[in-house]
Structures are given as C-alpha cells and as structure tokens.
C-alpha cells in the first residue's frame, strides 16, 4: 500500500513568490492533516481536514495561507506572497477516523527555501 | 499549556540499550506516540501507547508511561547505527485531534 505522497520535494522561491504544495493521502483515510516543522522543532498543526471540510484552521495563517481538499481526497496547501519566515518542512499526514487510535502517517515532506 | 518537552541530544556506543525521555503536561491526553525521522525524511512512526496502559514492548523498542509523573520514555535494546536519528514523542488529546510534538532528542549511536 502506498504512503503519503506529496510533491514536490524541495522548493527554493524568493520572497513574495506564491508556492504550493501537493498531498495525496493513503487511500480510505478521511483526514488530512497539514504540519509545518521549522528547523529544529517538532511539527506544528496548520489545518486538519475531515473528508473535504476544514475542522481546524485556527493555526492556520489566513492572510498569506490557503488550503483546500476537492472531493475529499488530495489536498493543496498554497502561501502567495511567501515571506523568509515561511522557510521551513510542510509535512502532510492522513488517518483513519472510526479506528481506536487514528494514527497519523507522514509524507515525506515539502522543504521550502523562501530567499 | 501545550508543552511537550524532550532532552535535545543523546549518545551511545552500538549494542548499548537508549532510553530518551518526554515529559508532558496535560493530563487529558489519550493516545502518546513515538516518531522517527531521519535526515531529509518524514516521520516514521515507531510505536504508541494508550494512556490507560504503563508499558508497551515491541522488539527492541520498550514505552514506559508514569501518568502520575506525566513521564514518557522510549527504550530502544541492542542499539545500532542505524538507529541514528531525530526522535520526537507526542500527544494527542481526542481522536482526530492534532498531534503536540516536543522538540525532538537527536539521537547518535557511535560504533
């Protein structure tokens, strides 16, 4: 069974540039989840989708972030303008909802270099 | 608060046992995870453990859970090179909820 699959892989922009990013979750998995991971840190939640609606945005930064999910299944996360502070991993994650511990598996992760 | 807090490094010799620590705050959460990443990866995720439990083992890899201390530990047996890499614990509140990750213990197992 394939895993998470998001693209593309690295991305170098400069400042004030739009930017997007793609994931495509593990087939049957309803929620979709956005994280993004400075340097150093541990991942940060940006939005959670259950099947195609938004449940949790609030640490999303909606002046600059978008995201949507058609049809419930891929999602883009786009910024547009990109600032430097937005250098960082987006990491998309999905899960299943109804099992005794929706397990979130990760994606390989979009490295964003904003100059 | 949300903190998940993590000791930032730690080095063995091969074959030695690892044991990294978390410590977390709220006391309301159910599931606590293990992830792995590697450099230039995603996370892996290793093992988790329900809150109503105190140990869980899975091959070399031992989850102890003390919820009175609001302690997580992550004992990796027979340590390899292999093993090298960014270990992060984290907790989740509700089913579906997001994930609050510490800062990840940066692991390096030396030969």
């Known amino acids: 069974e394939a895993g998470v699959v998001q693209s593309p892989r690295y991305k170098i922009i400069e400042k004030k540039q739009p930017v997007a990013f793609w994931c495509n979750p593990i087939?049957?998995?309803?929620?979709l989840y956005w994280y993004r991971q400075n340097l150093g840190q541990g991942p940060e939640l940006l939005i959670r989708?259950?099947?195609?609606?938004?449940?949790?945005d609030s640490q999303l930064p909606k002046d600059r972030f978008s995201a949507e999910r058609l049809k419930g299944v891929d999602s883009t996360l786009k910024i547009q303008p990109a600032e430097l502070g937005d250098s960082a991993v987006y990491l998309c994650a999905s899960s299943q909802s109804g099992t005794a511990q929706e397990t979130q598996y990760f994606g390989p992760g979009t490295r964003l270099l904003v100059l | 608060g949300e903190d998940v807090e993590q000791s930032l490094f730690l080095s063995v010799r091969e074959g030695d046992s690892s044991v990294i620590n978390c410590t977390y705050t709220?006391?309301?959460?159910?599931?606590l995870y293990w992830y792995k990443q590697e450099p230039g990866a995603g996370l892996q995720l290793l093992t988790y453990?329900?809150?109503?439990?105190d140990m869980k083992q899975d091959q070399r890899l031992t989850v102890l859970l003390n919820k009175k201390d609001k302690h997580l530990s992550l004992r990796i047996a027979d340590t390899q090179t292999g093993d090298s890499a960014i270990y992060f614990c984290a907790e989740i509140r509700w089913q579906g909820g997001k994930l609050i990750f510490g800062q990840g213990t940066e692991l390096s197992v030396k030969p």
């Open positions: 453990i329900f809150s109503n439990m």
């Open positions: 989708y259950e099947n195609e609606e938004a449940v949790d």
């Open positions: 709220d006391s309301s959460s159910t599931y």
């Open positions: 087939s049957g998995h309803n929620t």
